[in-house]
């Protein structure tokens, strides 16, 4: 049948807790992430002023839509980040 090894087989060894525990993990680095910081580790070459990538590893420039997506994921972190490290209030 079908069910044998698919792609969509279970992982042997890890448990859902474990999965789980893992995935909370990764959302709570997520958060501690400063959005410039996010592209980093990725294979590219030159950033923009916010750190959203604008060249690839080779320094070509990157296509309009491959920067749209990344600045939309940038966007998304940005929120996150923005979320849990509000601005220090600043008193008159």
Excluded: C
Excluded at 16 to 39: G, T
Excluded at 45 to 66: C, M, R
């Amino acid at each position: 049948g079908l069910r044998a090894g698919g792609p969509a087989a279970k992982k042997i060894g890890v448990s859902r807790k474990e999965e789980q525990a893992a995935q909370l993990a990764k959302k709570q680095a997520a958060k501690n992430l400063h959005p410039r910081d996010m592209f980093r580790n990725e294979p590219y070459s030159a950033f923009d002023d916010d750190g959203v990538p604008t060249h690839d590893k080779d320094g070509q420039p990157l296509t309009k839509s491959s920067i749209k997506k990344l600045k939309k994921d940038w966007l998304k972190q940005k929120k996150l980040y923005d979320a849990n490290h509000p601005p220090p209030a600043t008193s008159p």
